[in-house]
C-alpha cells in the first residue's frame, strides 16, 4: 500500500500533524519509538488548557484524539532509513520492513549534551530545568543556579532573572563570560563562579547545594542548565536537507525543506524556542504542506 505521509517522530509536532492529516483523509502511519525528550519532565507548560499535564497523560490525550481517525496508524517502532527514489520514498523499519509514501515529515526532535556535572541528572527534570518559560513560574524567587559552559549563558541569566533575583552563574571551569558581560551582571548582583563543580547535593531530584572543586559550598534550590542540542536522527542530513546556523532543518512557511516531498517540525526545525504548544504548531503548519502538495499533484 502507498501512504499519502510517513510521520517520524512521534512527540507533539508528529502527533499534531498526524491529526491534522488524519482529518484530512490522508494515509498516514506514525512511527514513534517512544523516547520523548521531555519524559524526565513531570509537567509540562504554556500549553493552554494543558498547563502542567504530565507529558505520559498529554501523549495519551493525543493517541486517543488521533485515534478518531482510522486513516492514521501510530505504530510504536523505529525507522531505520529513508530514501527516496523519483518521487517516492522507501523507508525501512527497524525490523526490516519496507514501506512507501509520497511525503515524509521529519519530526524526530533533538537530543541534550548536558555540561559533564557529577549527578546532574539525578536533578534534571525535577529542579533543574533547560527553559525558563516552562519552569521559571514554579522557581520563581528562589535561589538559583544557571549551569552553562557556552557565551550563551548570558542570555540565559538575563531571561532567569524576570523570575529570580537571588541567582548564581556557573561556567563548570569555562571561561565564556566576557569583562563587560561580567560587569553588567555583578551590576545587578548575580555572582560569577567559573569554578569547576564537584557535585551537585540534595534528595530525591530536589536540589540543595551546588560543591565546587575547592570545597566552596552555595546553598541553591533549583536553577537551568543549558545543554548543547543536536539532532536526534540523521535523516535530515543523509537526504540531504539545509539547516540553519543552530542545526535545525530549514522550512518554508509549511514545512518544506530544500528535498522536495521531506518536511520538517517541531524541534528538528525550530531548535528554539523550545515548547510544546510552538512543536505542535510546527507539526499543523507540515501536515497542511503535505495535504497542500498532495492535493495539487493530484490535479495536475
Known amino acids: 500500500m502507498m501512504l499519502d505521509c510517513v510521520i517520524v517522530g512521534g512527540g507533539p509536532a508528529g ?4 491529526l491534522v492529516l488524519g482529518r484530512a483523509r490522508r494515509k498516514v502511519v506514525l512511527f514513534d519509538n517512544n523516547s520523548p525528550r521531555n519524559a524526565v519532565t513531570n509537567e509540562s507548560h504554556g500549553f493552554i ?23 492514521v496508524v501510530i505504530r510504536n517502532e523505529k525507522i531505520f532509513d529513508i530514501k527516496k527514489r523519483g518521487t517516492i520514498f522507501n523507508l525501512v523499519t527497524e525490523e526490516g520492513e519496507c514501506i512507501q509514501a509520497k511525503k515524509v515529515i521529519l519530526a524526530t526532535g533533538l537530543k541534550e549534551i548536558h555540561p559533564s556535572v557529577e549527578k546532574l541528572m539525578d536533578y534534571y527534570g525535577k529542579s533543574l530545568f533547560s527553559c525558563p518559560y516552562c519552569d521559571g513560574w514554579e522557581l520563581k524567587d528562589r535561589p538559583l543556579i544557571v549551569l552553562s559552559e557556552h557565551p550563551s549563558v548570558f542570555h540565559m541569566v538575563k531571561i532567569v532573572y524576570n523570575w529570580s533575583k537571588n541567582l548564581i552563574i556557573c561556567t563548570n571551569g569555562h571561561k565564556v563570560l566576557t569583562l563587560e558581560q561580567k560587569e553588567v551582571l555583578q551590576r545587578k548582583g548575580i555572582k560569577i563562579i567559573e569554578q569547576k563543580i564537584r557535585t ?14 575547592d570545597d566552596q559550598i552555595e546553598k541553591m534550590s533549583g536553577g537551568f542548565v543549558t545543554p548543547e542540542w543536536i539532532q536526534a536522527s540523521f535523516f535530515g542530513k543523509s537526504l540531504g536537507c539545509e539547516v540553519n546556523q543552530l542545526g535545525g532543518l530549514i522550512t518554508d512557511e509549511l514545512g518544506r525543506t530544500n528535498i522536495e ?40
Open 49 to 71: 488548557t494543558r498547563d502542567g499535564i504530565k507529558p505520559s497523560e498529554f501523549r495519551k490525550i493525543a493517541h486517543y484524539d488521533i485515534g478518531k481517525y482510522p486513516s
Open 261 to 300: 516531498g521531506i518536511y520538517a517540525a517541531g524541534d528538528t526545525s525550530v531548535i528554539a524556542p523550545s515548547q510544546v504548544i510552538i512543536a505542535a504548531a510546527q507539526g499543523s503548519r507540515a501536515a497542511i504542506g503535505v495535504n497542500s502538495d498532495l492535493t495539487q499533484e493530484e490535479f495536475n
Open 200 to 213: 551537585l547535593v540534595g534528595e530525591n531530584g530536589l536540589l540543595e547545594a551546588v560543591i565546587f572543586e
Open 15 to 18: 502527533l499534531n500533524a498526524a
